[in-house]
């Protein structure tokens, strides 16, 4: 499957992705590089992402490993939903 960039959610619909589950995610990529193995270097990968499948996240990583020479040596992913029940609360007064 190839990577298809990701359009930005609308400004019209900030209550949607959260209510679907999304949230800001934010991947640490330590890779090698390819001409140096011993060598490692960080990637910040960070979108809106569904947790615990991280289908995006899972999209970027395929296509990393399909088109890109630097083997991944390990990912480290932090999650944060974008609404929490304190939202409704503070809606609601």
Known sequence: MP???HKP???ANTLSPGLAG???TTASILYRL???QSLLQTFIWQDCDTEPEFP???AFIAY???NLAGPIYSVDVVHKCLLSPDDF???LN
């Open 3 to 5: 990577f298809l960039p």
């Open 89 to 91: 609360t503070k809606r």
């Open 56 to 58: 995006k996240l899972r």
């Open 34 to 36: 390819p001409d140096y």
């Open 64 to 66: 990393w490993e399909a």
């Open 22 to 24: 999304y949230g800001l």
């Open 9 to 11: 959610f609308q400004r």
